[in-house]
């Protein structure tokens, strides 16, 4: 049984990160469950390009039919300030989402699946549809020949798009790619037969319930072009490999975009390049092709030159490049790195309007912000502040305004703008103010504790609402999944339930977390497990020092994805757990490598496949402790979970079942990895039930019944 040495407790650091939201009090109660039904998301904010409106998705809950509804609203904004409340701008018997603006601002396009029947009298499968925002108004519109989302050319004139080129006599076949087309074997009756023959292993992908076709079978995404007014799209790519990131050059006259020619390999190298194919006439050019991947193209506003992302391969640093262009439009010289000495992970990079630096959001400690660098990668600065999650970042064509979405520990999403310097912030929406008003959530306490290695790591504890000083409190620890991720200053609801149900929370960002710089991202591969474990044990003890209140004998541990992975580990491996909640988890590595749709991330934290690995995989694989396991352990897993396949949460079951510890399986329909963010809200809430009930039944009831 692996042992872990305890971390030197040199430094505590307790600051609160979050004040109680206004008009809250002690008298309130905190959040439960059902309380998922009242949040309203935003998302996919679009600032108008003169500045004056803002559109953005509002995303609400259906209780009654079980699902998500999405609107785009509107806000007027005058000097770069909201004027008046926000409005409803589509219609709210129809699902929409996805607002995009034409360059003169007149037109606001976006996605709504409205069906119907085209002029042939087939099904209309088209979802892009536009608004004139602009007198005289009127009802959303289709403009022909435009089949997927809008991306204008900067003088308006020109729209692309992508799609996958559909044959209009034949369609799509209803099993196309269930057969494999390189299959050696042969049926007797293919009327009969309705199985799959695989061939390849890209056959599922998580959140897909379906198995995907054979890669070859499916048309491949091309780029698009119709004028702005409508008309007749010309095809201007014919590629054997899907087109995305689509760019137009200022003057209009060509586009850049990505692909990835080994898509349909089983090859794990990173492959993605950036092409530029002209508006007119040519064919496209490959433009990049060293090691790794190169996505997420823009052009400098006089065309002079080109930024993109580039990751040379798994386990490196992502990094901004920038390089000339040449007339023609193709790279003039090598690529620069302007974030070379820079350790955290940029997002993609957007030109400022005046062409002198570079912006893009990124992760650093527990907050995601809007980062600068100018053109010489000389100086890179914080333009956002504050303990805050921001997403979803537009701004106008002058760059005076911007706008995003932000949440932070005790406030859902809302929608803000600021100045271009970020010195002017503003909150747009309120959504959920009012019920957000009448609970107690508590705020969180950052922690802070050094390794035995000297490496610093921090986390977050959470107070249970009511906390009285004196009185003994059970604690969670809650894990994040990745393990290549990180907790951020948002808003979680699985804590504030907890939280409400009389528990501290305990979250940590350990190592292999992102946000803290490259080697600290990779300082567990290979290893994941058995360097971690030393963080989050540390961190139990630098929450139990900070808060004598606390009952080291109730002490629980709960996690999904790798999360589940290190809940299952260290209730294996250690004794300093009253109870588990496993997630989405992995008992065994080497099933899971034949079962999930992640196996390149596995070939690169083990070094290898199994076969080559054998006693990496072996040893850190939870199932081979599993007979040291004393937690009652409640195990939830999607039936449709194909990053995770449920065998893995199966096996850990039958294990503790056999052995008699207290467990259940909960098995959810229908459901895929992302259950907890994306699931089934009448799933999504019983799972936060479940896990509430299972931790107060093993953690506060039995033992104030002495059971």
């Known amino acids: 049984m692996p042992t872990h040495p305890h971390a030197s407790l040199a430094f505590l650091i307790v600051t609160a990160l979050a004040l109680t939201p206004l008009g809250a009090s002690a008298q309130n109660g905190g959040l439960v469950p059902e309380d998922f039904y009242q949040e309203v998301g935003v998302a996919e904010v679009a600032i108008s390009p003169d500045g004056a409106l803002l559109a953005f998705t509002v995303i609400t809950i259906d209780e009654a039919a079980n699902r998500r509804h999405r609107e785009v609203w509107m806000q007027e904004l005058r000097g770069g300030q909201p004027a008046g409340d926000p409005f409803r701008f589509t219609d709210p018997t129809r699902e929409a989402r996805a607002p995009v603006w034409s360059p003169d601002g007149r037109l606001l396009s976006f996605q709504s699946p409205r069906g119907g029947t085209g ?3 087939t099904e209309d499968t088209n979802p892009t549809w536009f608004a004139r925002v602009t007198f005289p108004g009127g009802e959303a519109y289709q403009i022909e020949g435009v089949e997927g989302a809008p991306v204008w050319s900067p003088d308006g004139a020109w729209i692309a798009f992508l799609k996958r080129p559909r044959d209009a006599a034949t369609g799509t076949p209803e099993r196309a790619g269930w057969i494999a087309p390189d299959a050696i074997t042969r049926t007797l009756d293919a009327a009969r037969f309705d199985g799959r023959v695989i061939t390849t292993t890209r056959y599922k992908r998580d959140g897909t319930p379906a198995l995907l076709p054979h890669p070859s079978t499916p048309a491949k995404r091309q780029l698009f072009i119709v004028a702005a007014a409508g008309g007749t799209a010309v095809q201007r790519t014919d590629l054997p490999f899907d087109v995305g990131d689509v760019a137009w050059s200022p ?4 586009l850049y975009f990505t692909g990835d020619e080994g898509e349909d390999d089983a090859d794990i190298a990173l492959t993605h390049d950036i092409y530029v194919v002209g508006r007119d006439a040519g064919d496209p050019q490959q433009l990049t092709s060293n090691p790794g991947d190169e996505f997420a193209p823009h052009v400098s506003p006089d065309g002079s030159a080109l930024t993109f992302l580039q990751r040379r391969a798994q386990g490196e640093a992502t990094d901004v490049r920038m390089v000339g262009l040449a007339v023609d439009g193709t790279f003039q ?13 940029p997002g993609s990079p957007r030109w400022t309007p005046t062409g002198d630096a570079v912006r893009f959001l990124a992760g650093v400690s527990g907050n995601r912000h809007l980062y600068e660098v100018n053109a010489t990668g000389d100086v890179i600065r914080q333009v956002t502040s504050g303990d805050r999650d921001i997403q979803s970042l537009s701004v106008s064509r002058d760059g005076l305004v911007m ?4 949440s932070a520990v005790v406030t859902p999403a809302e929608v803000f703008v600021n100045r271009s310097d970020g010195s002017g912030q503003r909150r747009v929406t309120s959504f959920n103010d009012a019920w957000v008003a009448e609970r107690s959530l508590q705020p969180a306490e950052r922690l802070g504790w050094t390794l035995t290695d000297g490496t610093q790591v921090e986390g977050w504890l959470m107070k249970p609402v009511g906390y009285e000083a004196g009185r003994r409190y059970p604690l969670i620890l809650k894990i994040h999944g990745g393990p290549y991720g990180a907790y951020r200053n948002t808003f979680f609801r699985t804590f504030h339930v907890l939280s409400n149900a009389g528990f501290f929370v305990l979250y940590t960002n350990p ?47 709960s996690g999904g994805s790798y999360g589940g992975f290190m809940t299952n580990w260290l209730t294996a491996t250690t004794n300093r757990f009253a109870a588990a909640v496993t997630s989405r988890s992995i008992a065994d590595w080497t099933s899971l490598y034949g079962s999930t749709d992640a196996q390149p991330l596995l070939d690169f934290a083990f070094g290898g496949p199994p076969w080559e690995q054998r006693e990496l995989y072996d040893r850190l694989s939870p199932i081979r402790y599993v007979e040291h396991v004393t937690a009652p352990t409640l195990i939830i897993h999607s039936e449709n979970d194909h990053r995770t396949p449920i065998g893995d949460g199966e096996k850990w ?15 959810y329909p229908r459901s895929s990895h992302g259950l907890s963010r994306t699931g089934e809200p009448w799933l999504l809430v019983d799972r936060l039930e479940r896990i509430r009930s299972w931790f107060t039944h093993w953690l506060i009831d039995v033992p104030a019944n002495g059971q």
Do not use: C, Q
């Open 119 to 121: 002029d042939d009298g």
């Open 251 to 254: 003057d209009a006259e060509r």
């Open 333 to 345: 010289g090598l690529p620069r790195n302007l974030t070379a000495d820079w350790p955290f992970v």
């Open 403 to 406: 706008a995003y979405s932000a």
């Open 511 to 557: 190592r292999g977390s992102t946000g803290y710089g490259h080697e600290f991202t990779y300082a567990t591969t290979p290893g994941w497990g058995e360097v971690d474990s030393e963080d989050y044990l540390a961190g139990v003890d630098i929450a139990l020092e900070a808060y004598p209140d606390i009952d080291p004998a109730r002490v629980g541990v």
């Open 653 to 667: 079951f039958m294990a503790l079942k056999k052995r008699g510890i207290p467990t259940e399986l909960v098995r």
